[in-house]
C-alpha cells in the first residue's frame, strides 16, 4: 500500500493566525542537518536519477535528506494534528485563488520543494517543513521573500524528486508547487489576512 502526500495552504482570518503562529517551530536538530545537507552539496555528490527502461536510482544521500525531511514534519507540540484539521476545516470556504492544495503519490510535495531550494532557500521559507502561520503583518513581510526564493530555484531538482523518490510524474504537480504558495500570499496580502500551511499524509 502506498500513500499521498499533501501540502494544502490557504488563507485564514489575520487573528486566527496570530493565535497560531506559534505551532510549526524549527526543530532543534535541523542545525546540524542543515551543516550535513551543505557539506553534501559542497561535495558534489549524485543524489538521484531516472534509469533506462524505467525504475530509479536513489542515493544514500537522497535516502539520508528523505529521512531528515520526515523527522520535520508533524511536530511534536501537544494537540498539532488537531490543529491541522482545524485549520484544514477554515480553509473549506476559501476561493480558488485562496487556497491551494498539493498531492503527490508516495512523496511529500514540500520536500521536492525543499530539494529544489536548497538549504539556504529552506531556512528562508516560513515556518518549518511547509508548515506555518501568518498572521497579516507575517504575510506581507514573507510574500516577497517566498516569490524571491522560488522563482530563484531548480523546478527540474522538484520534478526528479517527486518521480524519482515517489511516483509522481507530469508538471502540473511541480506548477503548482512554484505557483500555488505564491497565489495564496498574495490573495492573504491583498485580503489583509493570514496564512497557513499544513503537511498531511492519506
Do not use: K
Not at 74 to 88: I, K, M, N, P, Y
Amino acid at each position: 500500500m502506498g500513500f499521498h502526500g499533501y501540502w494544502v495552504l490557504g488563507v485564514v482570518p489575520d487573528e486566527v493566525a496570530a493565535r497560531v503562529d506559534h505551532w510549526a517551530r524549527r526543530p532543534e536538530t535541523a542545525a546540524g542537518e542543515l551543516v550535513w545537507w551543505r557539506e553534501r552539496l559542497a561535495a558534489r555528490t549524485e543524489w538521484l536519477r531516472r534509469l533506462r527502461g524505467g525504475g530509479a536510482w536513489r542515493g544514500d544521500d537522497a535516502l539520508t535528506l528523505a529521512g531528515v525531511f520526515d523527522g520535520w514534519r508533524g511536530g511534536s507540540a501537544e494537540g498539532a494534528d488537531e490543529l491541522r484539521w482545524t485549520l484544514l476545516g477554515l480553509l473549506e470556504g476559501c476561493t480558488e485563488e485562496e487556497r491551494c492544495s498539493i498531492g503527490a503519490a508516495r512523496a511529500y510535495p514540500f520536500d521536492a520543494l525543499a530539494f529544489a531550494l536548497g538549504p539556504e532557500g529552506v531556512e528562508r521559507m516560513p515556518g518549518w517543513g511547509g508548515e506555518f502561520a501568518l498572521d497579516a503583518a507575517g504575510v506581507r513581510e514573507q510574500r516577497p521573500v517566498v516569490e524571491r526564493l522560488l522563482a530563484g530555484a531548480d523546478a527540474g531538482r522538484a520534478d526528479a524528486w517527486l518521480s524519482v523518490m515517489g511516483n509522481e510524474d507530469g508538471g502540473g504537480t511541480v506548477a503548482e508547487l512554484f505557483a500555488g504558495p505564491v497565489r495564496v500570499l498574495r490573495a492573504a496580502e491583498r485580503l489583509g489576512a493570514g496564512a497557513v500551511g499544513v503537511v498531511l499524509e492519506f
